[in-house]
């Protein structure tokens, strides 16, 4: 069935983007409400993923799960080639066992997988082969990406089950990571920059400007994001739009409404008609 959004309609539960430009300026952290599946095919970068910052280099795999805040943070002016899967919840869901790897990185708090070098060759290969102009001399494209992201999530869910996950930390901002593990536990309470500035022994224009300069978005944004996303899920969980705006932390079902209405273009009542996937090329 075809799902509506602002942006046109889709026809698959799965978008692939193979891109290998000068990223555009770096995006503020954001999330989709799918998952979504980034390879590193050349280069290096920082990946933040809420409270946590990798260090990712080619060869690397980020799982990032619905809802969850993320960013690629880049070195400006400078080209490194990724591929991105995003996969809907109805993929999964005719595909019993291959979200298995999303799970365990769950269960460890640990979003990474770094392929063995011995390994490394061959995932790129075969996530290159993902693509769609790879596949565009088929008579059935679409049939054969769909085989080969099968595959392809097969040799990851295996590959998971052995990668280790001893690395060095990157850097990162230890009062900014956490503000954000400070909103994620408290997302249902007052989460004004006073209140979350004073639990961390920071003044509020200390902490604002160091929240934007890690996260790209003001902190007061960061939590508004948060609850939406918290309320999206909470919706398709089968709760009532007054019940996902209470647990989502709004303080009020018209303010609830308006920011829900601008994030996805219909209201909390329709929410079945969002769109999960974007089907434009992302500028991540």
């Not at 983007?17 to 300026?25: A, N, T």
């Not at 273009?265 to 089907?279: H, M, R």
Request: aromatic share 10%; proline share 3%.
């Amino acid at each position: 069935m075809l799902q509506r959004t602002g942006r046109g309609y889709l026809e698959s539960d799965f978008r692939i983007f193979h891109l290998k430009d000068v990223p555009r300026p770096a995006m503020p952290m954001h999330y989709h409400d799918f998952r979504k599946i980034m390879v590193l095919i050349d280069g290096s970068i920082r990946f933040a993923l809420e409270d946590q910052m990798y260090s990712m280099e080619a060869g690397d795999v980020m799982l990032v799960e619905t809802g969850t805040m993320h960013r690629a943070v880049f070195t400006e002016g400078k080209a490194f080639e990724r591929m991105l899967i995003y996969l809907s919840d109805n993929y999964f869901a005719a595909r019993p066992g291959l979200d298995e790897l999303f799970l365990r990185a769950g269960e460890h708090q640990d979003y990474l997988l770094r392929i063995p070098a011995q390994k490394r060759d061959g995932a790129i290969a075969m996530i290159s082969s993902l693509s769609d102009e790879a596949c565009s001399q088929s008579r059935f494209p679409l049939l054969l990406q769909q085989s080969r992201v099968n595959e392809f999530l097969i040799e990851l869910n295996d590959l998971a089950a052995s990668c280790s996950r001893e690395r060095e930390p990157a850097d990162q901002d230890g009062k900014v990571k956490e503000a954000i593990g400070y909103v994620n536990r408290h997302l249902t309470e007052d989460l004004s920059t006073k209140k979350i500035a004073g639990s961390l022994g920071l003044s509020e224009s200390c902490l604002s400007q160091r929240f934007r300069k890690e996260t790209g978005l003001t902190l007061r944004s960061f939590v508004a994001d948060k609850r939406l996303s918290r309320a999206f899920l909470n919706l398709k969980k089968g709760c009532t739009a007054a019940e996902a705006c209470s647990l989502s932390g709004f303080t009020s079902y018209s303010s609830f409404y308006r920011a829900y209405m601008e994030r996805y273009g219909a209201s909390p009542k329709n929410f079945e008609t969002v769109q999960e996937l974007d089907d434009q090329e992302p500028a991540e």
